[in-house]
């Protein structure tokens, strides 16, 4: 199983219209849109979680591709850093 960062999505992205756009490139597991935690509002990005071979197919294929009118930045997630304390 790869995590797939995808990035510059259009705010309105949903996340069936995600899920439609990477599943022509293999099964799709999860499709996670993140959101503002105070707003609620669309940050924009989100994660795709997808088998190993359909992953590399669809991060291929779709990076600098033009969705809703922006240009999808699409890489293999990678772990994120636990937050430091500033006290």
Same mark, same amino acid.
């Given at each position: 199983?790869? +995590? #797939? *960062?995808?990035? +510059? @999505?259009?705010? %309105?992205?949903?996340?069936? !219209?995600? $899920? &439609? @756009?990477?599943?022509? *490139?293999? !099964?799709?597991? %999860?499709? /996670?849109? #993140?959101?503002?935690?105070? =707003? ?8 795709v979680e997808? !088998?190993?071979?359909?992953?590399? /197919?669809? #991060?291929?294929? @779709? &990076?600098? =591709? ?5 240009? @999808? $930045?699409? +890489? !293999? ?8 304390? +500033?006290?």
């Open positions: 199983m790869k +995590n #797939i *960062y995808v990035g +510059n @999505l259009p705010f %309105s992205s949903t996340e069936d !219209e995600v $899920r &439609d @756009l990477f599943a022509q *490139y293999g !099964e799709v597991q %999860s499709v /996670k849109l #993140i959101s503002d935690r105070d =707003t609620g509002r669309p940050r924009g990005f989100g994660f997808m !088998e190993d071979g359909g992953a590399d /197919k669809a #991060i291929e294929a @779709l &990076d600098g =591709t033009t969705f809703g009118g922006r240009s @999808l $930045r699409v +890489n !293999e997630a990678r772990e994120r850093k636990p937050r430091q304390s +500033n006290w």
